[in-house]
């Protein structure tokens, strides 16, 4: 066991437990000073910065790559704001839920109250620490950060400015800390610390995903892939059709929320193929068709099972024809991702169905899947998007960063 | 990978996307039948039950054993009137929560459904078998069960009458089924077809649970053990405290809301324990103290730092004595298993810091942690008490077998 790592969680641990003594006001106070460090402290930021950029240009790093790392200062400006907009929301700490009083006399009801300590583990863009630090310190919950060895001064600098913040607002600066060993040995000890740790997040590729499932024993929120569909009924408005088909697709392909796969009902493929695909031809979209979409897209390439499991992240659509709702819904509930899925139609029975039989964190009646974020959901700020089924399904936001436990009002019940 | 299980498996899931589709009156209708089916094969079902006792006999298993595997008539009596009890719970499947519009116009709400497939791991009681299925199926759940291997034949009984009630009421019989083999191999093919299974429970000693914890790929929720406390304040009412302490340590002290520590406030200790322990003494309750505790109770064991950290399930208790609330606090949140803990209290603001700092998934004020339970919490049946904070913390019921999907009504809307 790597002691010193054990003795940094052990901290956040107990200081995720004064966290829970602290009111909105000083919360809300702490994530203010750390917006007004981030302001003053501007210089030393990019020059840690600018060193991760160094490094990583001599690393040889894709210029994708060193995009996402870079701390501009509109980025810089982001972060800042993404603080007062957490500010600005309400404190989900404390709330109680549906109390009743039962046959006993007791009044029993559900308190949220924080998770406890969640350890985070993410790749490249080192704003996911402001990200994530503003969530965890307003729902009270400790945090260890753990990103990737390519951002780590950026991180190390930030995890200095949050703690300053902390300090200064008169919280315990190791609720929130960071993990300095960046090779995976460290992450997979993180995940045997379930007596101090009560949440995992991973944060990026598959290969990571998987190597926290398959090493933690502390419970894991997935934050998965995107292999999102659009369904064109038989009954939809086809305009409307394509542009929710076209926007799911090409407003923005490199995010999880993008769509994959089209499927189109047989009944009106022939009529609304050919419009599509003269829309996706302006800006370059390669499409791969099943045998029937051949027949009606003489000049693209055919689509194999893989295209079906693949979430592309780019200009690239697989679409398939079905020839009714039902083969719609199998075809989603067996290739999707469960993360987004829309179907488009003027039908009220078949929407009532896809909403109720599709097995996916969001189903969309007549809506592109671009929707799917905790912004456009209401819930302002999100930890990620969860694909898994436990405790939360789609955009995480502070909500979900706590838990409901029972509160049980007695005035001396005993059991007989 | 064990082909046998996978495909069983895979028919479970398949079962479990057809569950989704059936309204309540028809599950309704299953469960009547279930029970039907147990009043007349109640022959069948004591047979395959007595090879089971007599093969537990010939291993002598201890007669406690013994006790839970019996499947007396009383005990059937008690699986028809469970079957009927769920009847009479409310549909969680389809429920929609806080639907909003949003500056988009979407109209964004969550629908409750089910997990999807739940594999649950148990020891002894057969009775588990109809419990667990008579939710899963209300709740449109598919289940693997997977008993011990000295219930086999009656699990295997009880499956087949659950699948022949499930046939009789128009419902797919794979929606329950059973792993046969009884080897840990086959927990632990189980625990790794995660694209099968939703959810894993494990219900059972702690050997049990750290093993699947140890090998499980797929979310667990853990059922674990109950290190439970009764907290006396300078501030109880002290005849009040003498009931409650009185009634969760005795009244049944082998199950997991029981009592294992109580904790005193100094300033009332010397009144208070002398008392308690002649109520205590009458039923030979075996007393452990600490330090302080024996200058007051002279003739009690020391109590060491292991018994803080001890279910016993027996007639004996820790007792400490602290000197202010943060200390009581402090011990609960250190020592306890986060499952019950109670304070006895007249004083508003000490009940209310109790309330929110202890961190266990039922926090009492002036009653006996025994009636955590579902039943008891309103619930109706649970399928067992988490211990873990993802996703429920306490009794898992019906509503906990679902988790909340969004639901997203548009009228064309993209994002720009």
């Not at 966290?19 to 840690?48: F, H, P, W």
């Not at 980025?75 to 907009?85: C, N, Y």
């Not at 350890?119 to 990200?131: H, L, Q």
């Not at 753990?146 to 400015?161: P, Q, V």
């Given at each position: 066991m790597?002691?010193?790592?054990l003795?940094?969680?052990?901290k956040?641990?107990?200081?995720?437990?004064?966290?829970?003594?602290?009111?909105?006001a000083k919360?809300n106070?702490?994530?203010?000073?750390?917006?007004?460090?981030i302001?003053?402290?501007?210089?030393d930021?990019?020059?840690?910065?600018s060193?991760d950029l160094?490094?990583?240009?001599?690393?040889?790093?894709?210029?994708?790559?060193?995009?996402?790392l870079?701390?501009?200062d509109?980025?810089?400006d982001?972060?800042?704001k993404?603080?007062?907009?957490v500010?600005?929301?309400?404190d989900?700490?404390?709330?109680?839920?549906?109390?009743n009083?039962?046959p006993s006399?007791?009044?029993i009801?559900?308190?949220?109250?924080?998770?406890?300590?969640?350890?985070?583990i993410?790749e490249?863009r080192?704003?996911?620490?402001?990200?994530?630090?503003?969530?965890?310190?307003?729902?009270?919950?400790g945090?260890i950060?753990?990103?990737?060895?390519?951002?780590?001064?950026?991180?190390?600098?930030?995890?200095?400015?949050?703690?300053?913040?902390?300090?200064?607002?008169?919280l315990?600066?190791f609720a929130v800390?960071i993990?300095?060993d960046t090779?995976r040995e460290?992450?997979k000890?993180?995940?045997?610390?379930?007596?101090?740790?009560?949440?995992?997040?991973?944060r990026?590729?598959?290969?990571?995903i998987?190597f926290?499932e398959?090493?933690?024993?502390?419970?894991v929120?997935?934050?998965?892939?995107?292999?999102?569909?659009v369904?064109?009924?038989e009954?939809?408005?086809?305009?409307?059709?394509l542009?929710?088909?076209?926007n799911a697709?090409?407003?923005r392909?490199?995010v999880?929320n993008?769509?994959?796969?089209?499927?189109v009902?047989?009944?009106?493929?022939?009529?609304?193929?050919p419009?599509?695909?003269?829309e996706?031809?302006k800006?370059k979209?390669?499409?791969?068709?099943?045998?029937?979409t051949?027949?009606?897209?003489?000049?693209?390439k055919?689509?194999t099972?893989?295209?079906w499991?693949?979430?592309?992240?780019?200009?690239?659509?697989?679409?398939r024809?079905?020839?009714?709702?039902?083969?719609?819904?199998?075809h989603?509930?067996?290739?999707?991702?469960?993360?987004?899925d829309?179907?488009?139609?003027?039908?009220y029975?078949n929407?009532?169905?896809f909403?109720i039989?599709v097995d996916?964190?969001?189903?969309?009646?007549?809506?592109?899947?671009r929707?799917?974020d905790?912004?456009e959901?209401g819930?302002?700020?999100?930890?990620?998007i969860?694909?898994?089924k436990?405790h939360v399904?789609?955009p995480?936001?502070l909500?979900?960063l706590?838990?409901?436990?029972?509160?049980?009002?007695?005035?001396g019940q005993?059991?007989?």
């Amino acid at each position: 066991m790597n002691n010193i790592l054990l003795q940094k969680v052990i901290k956040v641990k107990a200081a995720s437990r004064l966290l829970v003594k602290s009111d909105t006001a000083k919360k809300n106070n702490a994530l203010a000073l750390i917006a007004t460090e981030i302001q003053s402290r501007r210089g030393d930021l990019r020059k840690a910065n600018s060193i991760d950029l160094q490094n990583g240009r001599e690393k040889g790093l894709s210029e994708a790559f060193l995009d996402r790392l870079e701390l501009t200062d509109k980025r810089i400006d982001g972060m800042i704001k993404a603080l007062h907009d957490v500010i600005a929301l309400k404190d989900p700490v404390g709330e109680i839920i549906g109390m009743n009083t039962v046959p006993s006399g007791l009044r029993i009801g559900q308190m949220r109250m924080p998770l406890g300590v969640i350890a985070i583990i993410f790749e490249s863009r080192p704003n996911v620490c402001i990200e994530v630090a503003s969530l965890t310190i307003k729902s009270a919950n400790g945090v260890i950060l753990r990103g990737g060895s390519d951002a780590i001064n950026s991180n190390l600098e930030l995890t200095r400015i949050i703690k300053s913040g902390l300090k200064k607002a008169g919280l315990p600066e190791f609720a929130v800390d960071i993990v300095e060993d960046t090779d995976r040995e460290s992450v997979k000890e993180l995940l045997r610390m379930r007596d101090y740790i009560d949440v995992v997040i991973p944060r990026g590729g598959l290969n990571l995903i998987r190597f926290v499932e398959e090493n933690s024993l502390i419970p894991v929120i997935r934050h998965d892939q995107g292999i999102c569909h659009v369904f064109v009924d038989e009954y939809a408005d086809l305009d409307m059709a394509l542009k929710i088909a076209y926007n799911a697709k090409v407003q923005r392909p490199a995010v999880c929320n993008a769509m994959e796969t089209l499927l189109v009902h047989e009944k009106i493929a022939s009529g609304f193929l050919p419009r599509m695909k003269s829309e996706y031809d302006k800006v370059k979209v390669e499409l791969r068709g099943c045998d029937k979409t051949l027949k009606i897209l003489k000049d693209i390439k055919p689509a194999t099972e893989e295209d079906w499991k693949t979430e592309y992240l780019d200009l690239i659509l697989s679409i398939r024809i079905v020839d009714s709702l039902d083969e719609a819904i199998e075809h989603i509930n067996t290739y999707s991702s469960h993360h987004s899925d829309a179907i488009v139609t003027e039908n009220y029975t078949n929407s009532q169905q896809f909403l109720i039989e599709v097995d996916s964190a969001a189903c969309f009646v007549n809506a592109s899947t671009r929707f799917t974020d905790g912004n456009e959901f209401g819930l302002g700020a999100e930890m990620g998007i969860s694909n898994q089924k436990l405790h939360v399904r789609g955009p995480m936001g502070l909500r979900e960063l706590t838990s409901a436990k029972y509160i049980v009002l007695g005035n001396g019940q005993i059991r007989t």
